[in-house]
């Protein structure tokens, strides 16, 4: 499968964006979704991920609240809405794919499939 992440942008602190993953090449549903990131000079880490269902979800602790993952397999895309952002959510945005079979996780060692990242700037 093919991954190609849009909707990054520069905005405010307080601002709002919705980051896109268009998937192509496999059917979509046979994916469980992750978004990760990675801020300048920083290691990348896990933001959100969502099971192929829809069903399961997770956040990371530090964007519980300000961030909703979804999906509609219908159209091979996946979503991350991120509200009230902070300047220290600026990073690249990746999102990622695991086959459906194999166990739902947080760890992007176990992601096979990545889209190229979209760049977050989020100015104070």
């Known amino acids: 499968v093919q991954l190609q992440a849009s909707g990054g942008g520069l905005v405010q602190a307080g601002d709002s964006l919705r980051l896109s993953c268009a998937a192509s090449?496999?059917?979509?549903?046979?994916?469980?979704m992750g978004w990760f990131r990675q801020a300048p000079g920083k290691e990348r880490e896990f933001v959100a991920r969502?099971?192929?269902?829809?069903?399961?979800?997770y956040y990371a602790g530090f964007v519980k609240g300000r961030c909703t993952i979804s999906r509609d397999n219908a159209k091979n895309t996946g979503y991350l809405q991120m509200n009230s952002l902070k300047p220290e959510d600026t990073a690249v945005y990746y999102c990622a794919a695991r086959e459906y079979g194999r166990t739902w996780t947080s760890d992007q060692f176990l992601y096979d499939y990545w889209g190229q990242g979209t760049l977050d700037t989020v100015s104070s």
């Open positions: 090449g496999r059917t979509f549903s046979r994916y469980h």
């Open positions: 969502i099971s192929w269902s829809g069903a399961s979800i």
